[in-house]
């Protein structure tokens, strides 16, 4: 997937998240409902998360060194896992925090702020906020069904290789229905004069940041462990080699995603136990070619020539060497 529609919807989210969280901090002063400052607190964390995301993306240009020779694409993946801790801690546990804290205060006896002069801004901030937040939102579903072609959009979420959109879609479902909430909570409260239901919105907040960040750590946490091609890059691999002269069959095919956009195929393939040195380097040249032109995000080929043998039987694995005691 190429990057740009992912950074498109980044910086869509970034500006607005920016522009809420300030927003939002300010009916809290005005205000004190403890729902105004999960929010706010939220989208701040959402915009920090953001620009994690857009480093990321320019780290991972960077040119392979002879210390990190396949290069240094999977950064991407690790500032997502960070987003995902932030998202965690900044964002859900705060908001659980803050619903105990003014719980607390409410059930001392403190004054709940429910009857100031400005008590009615969190409902014109809130409603302002759910506009821009659509308005992200919509852009990263606009970029999203541009790749994800016929999958469904969980399943997008669970198999996309490039983690920006997920991480955009994730994250602004849950500012979506967390600003709903906040704004039945807060409607609530003014309306019956229970500040009790603040309390609930708030810590509804901090139960969904959770769940949706211990979503995103599982998904980007397989990106890292490092996975696979999708089956139909294994399907078009896997013709090219087949279909290449002088080649009689796969014995084995490995792939990895070193990057969203890069893979590293690794492939044993059975040539006739006749061929001459030249014959075999010639059929390994024709065989990368045609990988590379059916899958064009190949980009370290290794492939073993071989004789197949259908009674072979591999050698023992030597035992690993012990770790050093120094």
Known sequence: MST???NKAVVAALLANTGIAITKFIAFLLTGFSSMLAESIHSLADAGNQVLLLVGGRRSQREATEEHPFGFGRER?????VVSIVLFSV????????????????????????????????LVVLGIAIVLEGFSFRTAIVEGNKVR????????IR?????????????????????VAAF??????????????????????GVLLIVVAVILAIEVKSLLLGESATR?????????????????????????????????VAAKIGVEAGASGAEIAGVIDAAERALRTAEPMALQIFLEPDVFRADYVP????????????
């Not at 955009?168 to 229905?177: C, N, P």
């Not at 039945?184 to 907040?205: C, E, H, K, M, Q």
């Not at 013709?239 to 893979?263: M, Y």
């Open 77 to 81: 993946y690790i500032y997502a896992f």
């Open 315 to 326: 050698d023992a694995r030597p035992e690993a060497p012990k770790a050093p005691s120094h």
């Open 149 to 156: 072609g016929d999958k469904s959009w969980w399943s997008f």
């Open 4 to 6: 740009e529609g992912g």
């Open 159 to 179: 198999r996309a290789k490039a983690p920006e959109l997920p991480v955009i879609l994730l994250e602004d479902f849950a500012a979506l229905v967390g600003l």
């Open 184 to 205: 039945l909570a807060v409607s609530l409260s003014l309306a019956t004069g229970n500040a009790y239901f603040d309390v609930a919105g708030t810590g509804f907040i």
């Open 91 to 122: 964002g859900g546990l705060f908001a659980l925090y803050e619903a105990y804290h003014k719980w607390h205060e409410i059930h001392a006896g403190h004054d709940a702020g429910l009857d100031g002069q400005w008590r009615f801004v969190p």
């Open 232 to 264: 139909e890059s294994i399907a078009k691999i896997r013709a090219a080699i087949d279909g290449t002269d002088g080649v009689t069959q796969i014995i084995h095919l490995k792939t990895l995603h070193t990057a969203p956009e890069e893979l590293l």
